[in-house]
């Protein structure tokens, strides 16, 4: 399987291949989060539970973690972010990152 990655309308779209044949779009995010000063362990723990979080890594600085999402559209996308990321007891602040055409 492979990724390609293409810019339409200003978004940032994949579209994964099996083979040559397109298996679906996907719009990508990047999550940068704030937790509450010694929840950083707990935030990360149920943040890693969320199946539309591809990656998840701390950070040292402004923000405490960085999730890559994935999700059908962005309309999607951002219900993940505020459904499932923001409601997390122990987010203070999210800050929400996506591709764009240059």
């Known amino acids: 399987m492979s990724l390609k990655l293409y810019f339409f309308e200003k978004v940032y779209i994949t579209k994964q291949y099996n083979r040559g044949q397109v298996i679906n779009n996907m719009a990508i995010g990047f999550v940068l989060i704030s937790a509450a000063p010694a929840r950083e362990h707990d935030v990360y723990n149920k943040l890693s539970k969320v199946p ?34 923001r409601s997390i007891e122990g987010v203070i602040d999210t800050k929400t990152l996506t591709g764009t055409k240059f």
Do not use: S
């Not at 890594?57 to 990321?85: C, N, S, T």
């Open 52 to 85: 539309q979080i591809v990656e998840l890594h701390p950070l040292f600085g402004e923000y405490d973690l960085i999730a890559k999402i994935k999700a059908d559209d962005f309309e999607k996308l951002g219900k993940i972010v505020v459904d499932k990321i």
